[in-house]
T-cell receptor, first 110, second 112 residues
Framework: GQSLEQPSEVTAVEGAIVQINCTYQ??????LSWYQQHDGGAPTFLSY????GLEETGRFSSFLSRSDSYGYLLLQELQMKDSASYFC???????????FGKGTSLLVTP | DGGITQSPKYLFRKEGQNVTLSCEQN?????MYWYRQDPGQGLRLIYY???????QKGDIAEGYSVSREKKESFPLTVTSAQKNPTAFYLC???????????FGPGTRLTVL
Protein backbone atom coordinates (compact mmCIF):
# COMPACT_ATOMS: atom_id res chain seq x y z
CA GLY A 1 0.00 0.00 0.00
CA GLN A 2 0.89 3.64 -0.09
CA SER A 3 0.76 6.11 2.77
CA LEU A 4 1.80 9.65 3.51
CA GLU A 5 2.01 11.09 7.01
CA GLN A 6 1.96 14.76 7.90
CA PRO A 7 0.87 16.62 11.06
CA SER A 8 -2.81 17.51 11.11
CA GLU A 9 -2.40 21.00 12.56
CA VAL A 10 0.35 23.56 13.08
CA THR A 11 0.09 27.03 14.63
CA ALA A 12 2.70 29.76 14.22
CA VAL A 13 3.07 33.47 14.77
CA GLU A 14 3.14 36.03 11.98
CA GLY A 15 6.71 36.67 10.87
CA ALA A 16 7.99 33.34 12.17
CA ILE A 17 9.26 30.26 10.34
CA VAL A 18 7.36 26.97 10.24
CA GLN A 19 8.28 23.54 8.94
CA ILE A 20 5.70 20.98 7.81
CA ASN A 21 7.03 17.44 7.60
CA CYS A 22 5.92 14.62 5.35
CA THR A 23 6.97 10.97 5.45
CA TYR A 24 5.87 8.53 2.82
CA GLN A 25 5.73 4.86 1.96
CA UNK A 26 4.97 4.19 -1.69
CA UNK A 27 5.57 1.40 -4.17
CA UNK A 28 7.19 3.78 -6.64
CA UNK A 29 8.67 7.24 -6.31
CA UNK A 30 9.41 9.93 -8.86
CA UNK A 31 8.96 13.04 -6.76
CA LEU A 32 7.29 14.88 -3.88
CA SER A 33 5.00 17.85 -4.44
CA TRP A 34 3.46 20.41 -2.12
CA TYR A 35 0.11 22.10 -2.62
CA GLN A 36 -1.64 24.89 -0.74
CA GLN A 37 -5.41 25.01 -0.33
CA HIS A 38 -7.40 27.80 1.27
CA ASP A 39 -10.79 26.93 2.75
CA GLY A 40 -13.26 26.05 0.02
CA GLY A 41 -10.72 26.75 -2.70
CA ALA A 42 -8.70 24.86 -5.25
CA PRO A 43 -5.28 23.43 -4.39
CA THR A 44 -2.43 25.38 -5.92
CA PHE A 45 1.01 24.01 -6.68
CA LEU A 46 3.90 25.20 -4.52
CA SER A 47 6.90 23.02 -5.28
CA TYR A 48 8.24 19.71 -6.57
CA UNK A 49 11.34 17.78 -5.52
CA UNK A 50 12.59 14.88 -7.59
CA UNK A 51 16.13 14.87 -6.23
CA UNK A 52 17.54 15.13 -2.71
CA GLY A 53 18.10 18.61 -1.42
CA LEU A 54 16.46 21.96 -0.94
CA GLU A 55 14.42 23.86 -3.52
CA GLU A 56 13.75 27.53 -2.77
CA THR A 57 10.95 29.63 -4.21
CA GLY A 58 10.63 32.97 -2.51
CA ARG A 59 9.44 32.56 1.08
CA PHE A 60 8.78 28.86 0.53
CA SER A 61 11.38 26.08 0.42
CA SER A 62 10.95 22.35 0.07
CA PHE A 63 13.37 19.60 1.02
CA LEU A 64 13.59 15.94 0.05
CA SER A 65 15.58 12.99 1.35
CA ARG A 66 14.80 9.94 -0.79
CA SER A 67 16.82 7.61 1.41
CA ASP A 68 14.71 8.61 4.44
CA SER A 69 11.40 8.79 2.49
CA TYR A 70 11.01 12.23 4.03
CA GLY A 71 10.42 15.76 2.95
CA TYR A 72 9.37 19.07 4.41
CA LEU A 73 7.95 22.40 3.41
CA LEU A 74 9.51 25.46 5.04
CA LEU A 75 7.58 28.70 5.16
CA GLN A 76 9.47 31.83 6.18
CA GLU A 77 8.31 35.30 7.17
CA LEU A 78 4.83 33.96 7.78
CA GLN A 79 1.92 36.13 6.77
CA MET A 80 -1.72 35.89 7.80
CA LYS A 81 -2.61 34.87 4.23
CA ASP A 82 -0.46 31.74 4.66
CA SER A 83 -3.20 30.28 6.88
CA ALA A 84 -4.35 27.36 4.77
CA SER A 85 -4.03 23.60 4.41
CA TYR A 86 -0.82 22.21 2.97
CA PHE A 87 -0.69 18.82 1.27
CA CYS A 88 2.28 16.73 0.34
CA UNK A 89 1.76 14.43 -2.64
CA UNK A 90 3.86 11.64 -4.10
CA UNK A 91 4.24 11.12 -7.80
CA UNK A 92 4.68 7.36 -8.01
CA UNK A 93 3.94 6.94 -11.70
CA UNK A 94 6.20 9.31 -13.63
CA UNK A 95 4.19 12.50 -13.62
CA UNK A 96 0.69 11.17 -13.62
CA UNK A 97 -1.66 10.43 -10.76
CA UNK A 98 -0.65 11.83 -7.39
CA UNK A 99 -1.14 10.30 -3.94
CA PHE A 100 -1.98 13.02 -1.45
CA GLY A 101 -1.46 13.17 2.29
CA LYS A 102 -4.36 14.22 4.52
CA GLY A 103 -3.04 17.74 4.80
CA THR A 104 -1.70 20.03 7.52
CA SER A 105 -3.87 22.92 8.61
CA LEU A 106 -1.63 25.93 9.29
CA LEU A 107 -2.96 28.74 11.43
CA VAL A 108 -0.94 31.96 11.48
CA THR A 109 -1.72 34.17 14.48
CA PRO A 110 -0.91 37.86 15.01
CA ASP B 1 -7.70 33.50 -19.88
CA GLY B 2 -6.58 29.90 -19.78
CA GLY B 3 -7.76 27.69 -17.01
CA ILE B 4 -10.02 24.94 -15.77
CA THR B 5 -13.71 25.44 -15.15
CA GLN B 6 -16.05 23.28 -13.16
CA SER B 7 -19.74 23.79 -13.00
CA PRO B 8 -21.81 24.17 -11.04
CA LYS B 9 -20.07 25.24 -7.82
CA TYR B 10 -22.83 23.75 -5.66
CA LEU B 11 -25.04 20.84 -6.66
CA PHE B 12 -27.87 19.15 -4.83
CA ARG B 13 -29.37 15.84 -5.81
CA LYS B 14 -31.76 13.33 -4.36
CA GLU B 15 -30.48 9.94 -3.32
CA GLY B 16 -30.68 7.42 -6.14
CA GLN B 17 -30.16 9.92 -8.95
CA ASN B 18 -27.16 9.97 -11.24
CA VAL B 19 -25.44 13.32 -11.60
CA THR B 20 -22.76 14.53 -14.02
CA LEU B 21 -20.12 17.05 -13.01
CA SER B 22 -18.56 19.18 -15.71
CA CYS B 23 -14.84 19.85 -16.16
CA GLU B 24 -13.46 21.87 -19.07
CA GLN B 25 -9.90 23.12 -19.68
CA ASN B 26 -8.40 25.35 -22.36
CA UNK B 27 -4.80 24.84 -21.33
CA UNK B 28 -4.19 22.26 -24.06
CA UNK B 29 -3.22 19.72 -21.41
CA UNK B 30 -3.19 16.05 -22.31
CA UNK B 31 -3.84 14.66 -18.83
CA MET B 32 -6.92 15.24 -16.71
CA TYR B 33 -7.90 13.97 -13.26
CA TRP B 34 -10.83 13.73 -10.88
CA TYR B 35 -10.32 13.81 -7.12
CA ARG B 36 -12.70 13.60 -4.22
CA GLN B 37 -12.11 15.50 -0.98
CA ASP B 38 -13.98 14.87 2.27
CA PRO B 39 -13.80 17.23 5.28
CA GLY B 40 -10.39 17.19 6.91
CA GLN B 41 -9.09 14.73 4.36
CA GLY B 42 -6.66 14.75 1.51
CA LEU B 43 -7.54 14.30 -2.12
CA ARG B 44 -8.36 10.81 -3.32
CA LEU B 45 -8.06 9.94 -6.98
CA ILE B 46 -11.22 8.74 -8.72
CA TYR B 47 -10.21 8.53 -12.40
CA TYR B 48 -7.55 9.96 -14.65
CA UNK B 49 -7.02 10.25 -18.37
CA UNK B 50 -3.70 10.67 -20.13
CA UNK B 51 -5.10 11.03 -23.62
CA UNK B 52 -8.41 11.35 -25.46
CA UNK B 53 -10.55 8.21 -25.50
CA UNK B 54 -8.51 6.59 -22.75
CA UNK B 55 -8.84 6.67 -18.96
CA GLN B 56 -7.82 4.66 -15.91
CA LYS B 57 -9.40 3.96 -12.55
CA GLY B 58 -7.94 5.59 -9.50
CA ASP B 59 -8.13 4.46 -5.89
CA ILE B 60 -11.89 5.01 -5.42
CA ALA B 61 -13.50 4.50 -8.84
CA GLU B 62 -16.44 2.39 -7.65
CA GLY B 63 -19.74 4.17 -8.24
CA TYR B 64 -18.24 6.68 -10.69
CA SER B 65 -17.85 6.80 -14.46
CA VAL B 66 -16.04 9.15 -16.85
CA SER B 67 -15.59 9.84 -20.54
CA ARG B 68 -12.88 11.63 -22.52
CA GLU B 69 -14.26 12.28 -25.97
CA LYS B 70 -12.52 15.63 -26.32
CA LYS B 71 -9.16 16.85 -25.06
CA GLU B 72 -10.82 19.80 -23.33
CA SER B 73 -13.50 17.92 -21.46
CA PHE B 74 -13.53 15.20 -18.78
CA PRO B 75 -17.02 14.87 -17.23
CA LEU B 76 -17.56 12.75 -14.14
CA THR B 77 -20.82 10.91 -13.47
CA VAL B 78 -21.66 10.06 -9.89
CA THR B 79 -23.98 7.08 -10.09
CA SER B 80 -26.54 5.80 -7.62
CA ALA B 81 -24.10 2.99 -6.84
CA GLN B 82 -21.80 5.42 -5.02
CA LYS B 83 -22.70 4.91 -1.37
CA ASN B 84 -21.46 8.23 0.04
CA PRO B 85 -21.50 10.73 -2.82
CA THR B 86 -21.66 13.91 -0.74
CA ALA B 87 -18.20 15.49 -1.09
CA PHE B 88 -16.11 18.20 -2.73
CA TYR B 89 -15.06 17.14 -6.23
CA LEU B 90 -11.95 18.59 -7.83
CA CYS B 91 -10.87 18.31 -11.43
CA UNK B 92 -7.26 18.90 -12.48
CA UNK B 93 -5.15 18.84 -15.61
CA UNK B 94 -1.48 18.76 -16.49
CA UNK B 95 0.79 18.58 -19.51
CA UNK B 96 1.85 15.01 -20.20
CA UNK B 97 4.56 13.93 -17.78
CA UNK B 98 4.55 17.23 -15.90
CA UNK B 99 4.97 17.46 -12.16
CA UNK B 100 2.44 20.27 -11.64
CA UNK B 101 -1.31 19.77 -11.73
CA UNK B 102 -3.70 22.68 -12.23
CA PHE B 103 -6.97 22.48 -10.34
CA GLY B 104 -10.43 23.78 -11.08
CA PRO B 105 -12.51 25.56 -8.42
CA GLY B 106 -14.37 22.38 -7.49
CA THR B 107 -17.99 21.30 -7.24
CA ARG B 108 -19.55 20.68 -3.85
CA LEU B 109 -22.10 17.89 -4.26
CA THR B 110 -24.73 17.25 -1.62
CA VAL B 111 -26.99 14.25 -1.92
CA LEU B 112 -30.13 14.51 0.15
Amino acid sequence: GQSLEQPSEVTAVEGAIVQINCTYQTSGFYGLSWYQQHDGGAPTFLSYNALDGLEETGRFSSFLSRSDSYGYLLLQELQMKDSASYFCAVDSNSGYALNFGKGTSLLVTP
Amino acid sequence: DGGITQSPKYLFRKEGQNVTLSCEQNLNHDAMYWYRQDPGQGLRLIYYSQIVNDFQKGDIAEGYSVSREKKESFPLTVTSAQKNPTAFYLCASSPQGASEQFFGPGTRLTVL
